[in-house]
């Protein structure tokens, strides 16, 4: 695989780990939502289990959060150490 194809297939994975991250956050927002309409409700079994679901969905975004940072920087040494500019840019 070319080096220019390399580099789209990184900036497609990386579009991909963006929506993961808005994926997660969206599921984080809800289950803040389903906790706060519980404090109305006050059923024992979310009071329970909800905190803990929080935690590890929070600590997914966190995670993939991390990984897209990390991929952007191995991205752009990747865009840098193989002189990739002229080739995306042909005319410049």
Do not use: C, W
């Not at 706060?36 to 975004?61: C, F």
């Not at 150490?81 to 005319?91: G, H, I, S």
Request: hydrophobic residues 40%.
């Amino acid at each position: 695989m070319e080096n220019l194809q390399k580099l789209q297939m990184m900036d497609k994975m990386l579009r991909e780990l963006e929506d993961l991250k808005k994926s997660q956050t969206a599921v984080l927002k809800k289950l803040t939502q389903i906790e706060a309409d519980n404090i109305t409700v006050g059923a024992g079994l979310l009071e329970e289990k909800l905190p803990d679901l929080h935690e590890e969905v929070d600590s997914g975004v966190a995670i993939v959060t991390g990984l897209l940072e990390e991929f952007q920087a191995y991205r752009d040494k990747f865009f840098i150490d193989n002189n990739l500019a002229d080739l995306q840019n042909p005319t410049a």
